[in-house]
């Protein structure tokens, strides 16, 4: 049996970036020789194995046919006599289709070299087209590796528009789709994901809300960029640029959904944007069926970001609805992670990138005040119940009135 490295240790080696996981193909082997050898069997349907020491993966060298819709729809077929280059024809791209012996030797049968040096992300044969996540995972590559000067060659663009039109797309489970979306949002040019599956047709058949948005202005003064697509594109820069955790990219990437309702006479005003956006944001919410703390972060920041900007104008008793709303007594992380948002879609403006947000600090503060109530004290006078519900509430806005009058003189 020969052993290989293949795809993304490669291609990354190549490219002098750190190699995280390894994958391994083994060519010219039998599944009883693997579990002679100590190697433990991943599934029932891949013959791919787990290494007895290093847990790193090996699978046995493969070719595979599609014989039907969605991933289920695949016939593998492994065996001793499949060769390397049979083996790396069936992988999505030429820059995934190197393999390095224990000599860094390369076996490069499709060219995978001569696009990394030309910065091109290319199918590497027609049989791209037989698995749909590919479109998902070419975006997600261009979003990694845009920083590096990589763009989409225009024949695999031109195959993805093709996947994207026949249909074929719907066919993913939301559990692989999800995969993909949370890997290339949280890459470090992660807008670019979203440009690709918009280039290819994709982005309407998986998120039509988003896509919606394109074409859709807001008023100059307050987004000197005024398309609504662009600025949720500029939204999600920001929250890569700033390092923020999935639920604040996936709470910004959906943010102005409702603005894709507007009727276009009311253009570029969006009344009642927020509210009307959580009915899109929920359906997004469950065709993926996004973890549940994605989910929530999204629908808060999409009822209440104009909340946000405008904290230092509400009166004590929003503020308090607001504090409320977010549960900041137990959830504090939640409420840090609306204020990220807030901050990020205000920055997600052409131009505005560098201005300072201090309705961050004045809602943290605000959040402090609320919190500093005590709740034993008027256990001690006597109150239960939901009177102690109610005097709670009317000391937490007597803080916050104390706490507005001093933060505005
Ligand atoms: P990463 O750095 O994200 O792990 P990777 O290239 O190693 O990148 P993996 O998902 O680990 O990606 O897959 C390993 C290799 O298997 C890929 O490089 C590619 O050659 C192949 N591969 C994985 N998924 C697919 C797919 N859906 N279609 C075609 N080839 C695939
Ligand atoms: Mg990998």
Redesign the pocket.
């Known amino acids: 049996m020969r052993i290989y490295k ?3 240790a490669v ?1 990354d080696r190549l490219l002098g970036k750190p190699v995280t ?1 390894i ?1 391994w193909v083994v060519v010219g082997a039998t599944t009883e020789e693997m579990l002679a050898k100590g190697f433990r069997p991943v599934g029932a349907d891949f013959p791919v194995f787990l290494h007895p020491k290093s847990g790193e993966e090996y699978a046995l060298a493969r070719t595979e046919r599609k014989s039907g819709r969605g991933y289920g729809g695949f016939t593998f077929h492994a065996s001793p006599e499949v060769t390397l280059e049979e083996d790396l024809i ?3 791209l030429t820059i ?2 190197m393999a390095e012996d224990d000599q860094q030797n390369l076996t490069d049968p499709y060219h995978g070299q001569r696009d990394l040096e030309a910065r091109l992300l290319r199918h590497v044969s027609p049989a791209f087209a037989e ?1 749909p ?2 479109v998902l ?1 070419v975006a997600r590559f261009a979003a990694r590796y845009a920083t590096l000067g990589f763009t989409v060659a225009p024949e695999t663009l031109a195959l993805m528009r093709q996947l994207s039109e026949s249909g074929e797309l719907e066919a993913l489970t939301p559990e692989r789709s999800w995969k993909e979306i949370s890997r290339a949002l949280l890459e470090d040019q992660p807008q670019v994901f979203v440009e690709v599956l918009r280039a290819c047709s994709a982005l309407k058949v998986l998120m039509p809300e988003v896509d919606a948005l394109f074409g859709v202005p807001q008023p100059p003064a307050h987004h000197p960029e005024i398309d609504t697509g662009v600025h949720t594109l500029s939204v999600l820069q920001q929250a890569a640029l700033h390092k923020q955790p999935l639920t604040v990219r996936w709470a910004c990437l959906l943010h102005d959904l409702g603005k894709g309702l507007t009727p276009e006479n009311e253009w570029p005003r969006h009344i009642a944007h927020e509210f009307k956006g959580l009915k899109l944001i929920k359906a997004v919410n469950e065709r993926f069926k996004v973890p549940k703390d994605c989910q929530e972060l999204a629908l808060l920041v999409g009822e209440y970001h104009t909340h946000g900007h405008r904290a230092l104008e509400l009166k004590p008793s929003t503020l308090l609805e607001l504090l409320q709303s977010f549960d900041i007594y137990r959830r504090p992380q939640r409420f840090e992670e609306f204020i990220a948002a807030c901050e990020m879609d205000a920055r997600g403006r052409k131009g505005l990138e560098e201005r300072s947000y201090p309705q961050a600090d004045y809602l943290r503060g605000a959040a402090t005040a609320a919190r500093s109530v005590a709740v034993q004290p008027l256990l001690e006078k006597g109150f239960k119940g939901p009177e102690l519900g109610e005097e709670i509430k009317r000391e937490r806005l007597k803080a916050l009135k104390a706490y507005k009058e001093a933060a505005s003189t």
């Open positions: 293949v795809g993304g291609r996981d994958d069936r992988r999505d995934n289709a698995d996540l590919r995972r």
